[in-house]
C-alpha cells in the first residue's frame, strides 16, 4: 500500500492511468502460478452426504458485495441523502439476512461459524481491523496532506517510500525475533506502540511541511508496520493451530474466509470513517477559523488591504485586485483548516492504536510459540529418521 501513491504518480505522469488497473491483470496470473506451485496439495476431504449450499454463499457475497460498494461510495454520495447510498445499504443487508435465514433453514456442511466464538479470534479480528486502519497513515493521510498544498505524486511519494523501502528489511528482523522465540503478541504490541508515537510525531504537522519532514516519523512507522503485521499474521497462524482450526477442511474455510472478509470489508470500513473524519473536521476547522476572519476585524482588513496594494499593478482595477486579495486569504484559512484537521487524523489513528495495546494484553497465550514450534518440528524429523 506504501508503494501505491508513488507508483499510481508515475502512471499518471509517464504512461496512463489505465495502467493503474493492467497492474493487477499481469501480476495475478504470476500470483496464480505461485500459489499453485508454492503451496502443497492437500488431502481431499472425506465427502458428506449433505450437498453443500451454494445458495448462501452466493447471498453472503452479494450482500457484502453491496454494503462494501454503499461504504466506498457512501462520502461521495453524501451517505443517507443519497437513494443510491442508500439502495446499495439496503441491498447489502437485505442479502446478508437472505444468507442467515438460509443458514439457520438448512446448515452448510462446508462452514463451521461456531468455531469463530473463541475469545483469541474475535480479538484478533478487532486488531486485524485496527491495522488496516492504522495503514491509512501512510496510504491517505499523508498524501492528502501534501496533495492539498499542490504536490503530485511525484513530489509526495518519496514521503511514503521512505516507509515501503525499510519495511523489506525490518519484516525480516520480526521473523527472526519470532524465530527465536519472541511472543507474537508482544512483537505486534511493540509494533503499534511505534506506530502510535509515529502518528504522534507527524500530528506536529504544518501547512509549510513537505515530504522530507515525515521522513524521521515515517521510518519509525516502517518498524511499527512490519513489526504489527508480522505479529498479526503469527498470532493468527497460532490461533489457527492451536484452537483447532486445522483439523477439518470446514474450519480450516471458515477460518480463512472470516478473516478475509474482515480483512476487505474491515479496510473499508476504517476508510469512510476517515474520509467522513476529515470532511467534517476540515469543515469545522474552517467555521472556527473564519469567525476570526470577518469584516470589521482589522487583522483581517489589514491583510486584505495590504494584498490589494500588491497586486493592483496587475490587476485590471482596484475591485478586482481586492477580489483577488480576498480569495488568497480564503485560500489560507482553508489550507490551515486542513492542517488542523491532518493534525486530528494523526491523532485519532495514535487514539485506536493505543486501544488496541489494551486488547493485546487480554490476548490468551498459546502452549507454544514459533521458536518452539521451530525445534519441535527438528525434534519429530530426528526422531522418524
Given at each position: 500500500m506504501?508503494?501505491a501513491?508513488?507508483?499510481?504518480?508515475f502512471?499518471?505522469?509517464?504512461?496512463?492511468?489505465?495502467w493503474?488497473f493492467?497492474?493487477?491483470?499481469?501480476?495475478?496470473?504470476?500470483?496464480m502460478v505461485c500459489?499453485?506451485?508454492g503451496i502443497?496439495?492437500?488431502?481431499?476431504?472425506?465427502?458428506?452426504?449433505?450437498?453443500p449450499?451454494f445458495?448462501?454463499?452466493?447471498?453472503?457475497s452479494a450482500?457484502?458485495?453491496?454494503?462494501f460498494?454503499?461504504?466506498?461510495q457512501g462520502?461521495r454520495?453524501?451517505?443517507?441523502?443519497?437513494g443510491v447510498?442508500?439502495?446499495?445499504?439496503?441491498?447489502?443487508?437485505?442479502?446478508l439476512?437472505?444468507?442467515?435465514?438460509?443458514?439457520?433453514r438448512?446448515?452448510?456442511?462446508?462452514?463451521?461459524?461456531?468455531?469463530?466464538?473463541k475469545?483469541n479470534t474475535?480479538?484478533?479480528?478487532?486488531?486485524?481491523m485496527?491495522?488496516?486502519?492504522?495503514?491509512?497513515?501512510?496510504?491517505?493521510?499523508?498524501?492528502?496532506?501534501?496533495?492539498?498544498?499542490?504536490?503530485?505524486a511525484?513530489?509526495?511519494?518519496p514521503?511514503v517510500?521512505w516507509?515501503?523501502?525499510?519495511e523489506?528489511?525490518?519484516?525480516?528482523?520480526a521473523?527472526?525475533?519470532?524465530n527465536?522465540?519472541?511472543?507474537?503478541r508482544?512483537l505486534?504490541?511493540v509494533?503499534f506502540a511505534?506506530?502510535?508515537?509515529a502518528?504522534?510525531?507527524n500530528?506536529?504537522?504544518?501547512?509549510?511541511?513537505?515530504a522530507e519532514?515525515?521522513?524521521s516519523?515515517e521510518l519509525?512507522m516502517?518498524?511499527?508496520?512490519s513489526?504489527a503485521?508480522?505479529g498479526?499474521?503469527?498470532?493468527?497462524?497460532?490461533q489457527a493451530?492451536?484452537?483447532?482450526g486445522?483439523?477439518?477442511?470446514?474450519r480450516?474455510?471458515?477460518?480463512?474466509?472470516?478473516?478475509?472478509?474482515v480483512?476487505?470489508l474491515?479496510g473499508?470500513?476504517g476508510?469512510?470513517?476517515m474520509?467522513?473524519?476529515?470532511?467534517e473536521?476540515?469543515?469545522?476547522h474552517?467555521?472556527l477559523l473564519g469567525?476570526q476572519?470577518?469584516r470589521g476585524?482589522?487583522a483581517?482588513e489589514?491583510?486584505?488591504?495590504?494584498l490589494?496594494?500588491?497586486?493592483?499593478?496587475k490587476?485590471s482595477?482596484?475591485?478586482?485586485?481586492?477580489g483577488?486579495?480576498?480569495?488568497?486569504?480564503?485560500?489560507k484559512?482553508g489550507?490551515q483548516?486542513?492542517?488542523l484537521t491532518f493534525?486530528d487524523?494523526f491523532h485519532?489513528?495514535?487514539?485506536?492504536?493505543?486501544?488496541?495495546l489494551?486488547?493485546?494484553?487480554?490476548?490468551r497465550?498459546?502452549?507454544?510459540n514459533f521458536?518452539?514450534?521451530?525445534?519441535?518440528n527438528?525434534?519429530?524429523q530426528r526422531?522418524?529418521s
Amino acid at each position: 500500500m506504501n508503494f501505491a501513491p508513488s507508483l499510481y504518480g508515475f502512471y499518471r505522469n509517464y504512461l496512463s492511468w489505465q495502467w493503474m488497473f493492467w497492474t493487477s491483470a499481469v501480476i495475478t496470473p504470476v500470483m496464480m502460478v505461485c500459489a499453485y506451485y508454492g503451496i502443497p496439495q492437500s488431502r481431499k476431504p472425506p465427502k458428506s452426504g449433505e450437498a453443500p449450499s451454494f445458495a448462501g454463499f452466493f447471498y453472503a457475497s452479494a450482500g457484502f458485495a453491496l454494503v462494501f460498494a454503499a461504504l466506498d461510495q457512501g462520502q461521495r454520495l453524501d451517505w443517507w441523502r443519497s437513494g443510491v447510498f442508500t439502495a446499495l445499504l439496503a441491498g447489502g443487508v437485505f442479502f446478508l439476512l437472505c444468507s442467515l435465514v438460509r443458514r439457520f433453514r438448512g446448515p452448510n456442511p462446508l462452514i463451521d461459524l461456531p468455531y469463530l466464538r473463541k475469545w483469541n479470534t474475535i480479538l484478533l479480528a478487532i486488531s486485524l481491523m485496527a491495522f488496516r486502519f492504522s495503514l491509512l497513515a501512510t496510504a491517505l493521510i499523508i498524501p492528502q496532506s501534501l496533495a492539498v498544498r499542490g504536490f503530485d505524486a511525484a513530489q509526495f511519494g518519496p514521503a511514503v517510500l521512505w516507509t515501503a523501502v525499510p519495511e523489506l528489511l525490518v519484516a525480516v528482523v520480526a521473523a527472526h525475533f519470532l524465530n527465536k522465540g519472541m511472543d507474537s503478541r508482544l512483537l505486534m504490541a511493540v509494533g503499534f506502540a511505534c506506530m502510535a508515537f509515529a502518528c504522534l510525531l507527524n500530528a506536529q504537522f504544518t501547512s509549510a511541511w513537505a515530504a522530507e519532514n515525515y521522513f524521521s516519523s515515517e521510518l519509525l512507522m516502517a518498524v511499527g508496520q512490519s513489526f504489527a503485521f508480522v505479529g498479526l499474521v503469527a498470532s493468527l497462524l497460532l490461533q489457527a493451530l492451536f484452537s483447532g482450526g486445522l483439523d477439518s477442511p470446514q474450519r480450516v474455510l471458515t477460518f480463512s474466509a472470516f478473516f478475509h472478509v474482515v480483512r476487505l470489508l474491515g479496510g473499508q470500513i476504517g476508510t469512510a470513517v476517515m474520509g467522513h473524519f476529515i470532511a467534517e473536521r476540515e469543515q469545522l476547522h474552517s467555521f472556527l477559523l473564519g469567525l476570526q476572519v470577518q469584516r470589521g476585524d482589522w487583522a483581517a482588513e489589514n491583510t486584505v488591504r495590504n494584498l490589494t496594494a500588491g497586486l493592483a499593478a496587475k490587476s485590471s482595477g482596484l475591485a478586482i485586485a481586492a477580489g483577488r486579495a480576498i480569495s488568497i486569504v480564503d485560500s489560507k484559512v482553508g489550507l490551515q483548516a486542513y492542517a488542523l484537521t491532518f493534525n486530528d487524523a494523526f491523532h485519532l489513528i495514535a487514539w485506536v492504536c493505543v486501544a488496541i495495546l489494551l486488547l493485546i494484553a487480554m490476548l490468551r497465550k498459546t502452549p507454544l510459540n514459533f521458536g518452539d514450534l521451530g525445534g519441535l518440528n527438528a525434534t519429530t524429523q530426528r526422531d522418524r529418521s
